[in-house]
């Protein structure tokens, strides 16, 4: 079946600009997550949802940071007025449920996002 | 809170040696999962393998090899005969109750031919 899917690939943009992430996650998999990696870093954890609600948004940085998951499925990420740090690759995963015995998440290809 | 150290950055080897990727980690959870993940050039995470705190048999699948060691908070990782395929950044990573995994900061292999 498919994986998971995130677009665009690569997103160009400046400085005090709105953009928005899609993350697809795998069909039926209730528990979806995003994660931000820096380069040279580990991916870090940003929000989690389990179905529609977000159940840990713990790693959003700030404010400007914000994610949605109105139906269950597709999540959107949205961040408002860019900085230039908020540069880095953000992936999505997605696993069948959470919890500890059934945590296993699958990761998409990613978005690089890029803030001139 | 969590943490996971992968103390080193890159490893170089020439194909068909054993190469041996360290993670210690540190939890106050008593439940808890230990994760390897490979991200190859096209930057995919690519799941290898999920350990739970209470299993600390090794395993072993294929060219590749697990020792999970909670006296130590190791979770290391060999891969045996190594091959080109296997250049890719290694990311050991942990979950405990709350579901969301804390990666180390990656070692990057390269294997030569």
Do not use: M
């Not at chain 2, 360290?22 to 930057?43: A, H, I, M, N």
């Not at chain 2, 799941?47 to 006296?71: A, C, H, P, T, V």
């Not at chain 2, 190594?82 to 990573?93: K, T």
């Amino acid at each position: 079946g498919a994986g998971v899917s995130q677009t665009p690939s690569n997103k160009v943009t400046e400085k005090g600009k709105y953009v928005e992430l899609r993350c697809d996650p795998i069909s039926g998999h209730t528990a979806l997550y995003w994660y931000r990696q820096s380069l040279g870093q580990g991916p870090e954890f940003l929000i989690y949802f389990q179905g529609t609600g977000a159940a840990d948004d713990s790693g959003l940085p700030n404010d400007r940071f914000f994610a949605v998951r109105p139906e269950g499925s597709v999540s959107t990420l949205k961040i408002q007025r860019t900085e230039r740090g908020d540069s880095a690759v953000y992936l999505c995963a997605s696993s069948l449920l959470s919890g500890t015995a059934y945590n296993e998440q699958f990761f998409g290809p990613g978005t690089r996002l890029t803030v001139l | 809170a969590q943490k996971v150290t992968q103390a080193q950055t890159e490893i170089s080897v020439v194909e068909k040696e054993d190469v041996t990727l360290d993670c210690v980690y540190e939890t106050r959870d008593t439940t808890y999962y230990l994760f390897w993940y490979k991200q190859p050039p096209s930057g995919e995470l690519v799941f290898l393998i999920r350990r739970n705190s209470f299993d600390e048999q090794n395993e072993i699948s294929g060219r590749y090899s697990w020792n999970f060691q909670k006296s130590t908070s190791s979770f290391n990782f060999t891969i045996t005969a190594s091959q080109v395929v296997d250049s890719a950044v290694y990311f050991c990573a942990l979950s405990g109750a709350n579901s969301k995994l804390t990666f180390g900061k990656g070692i990057t292999l390269s294997v030569r031919p």
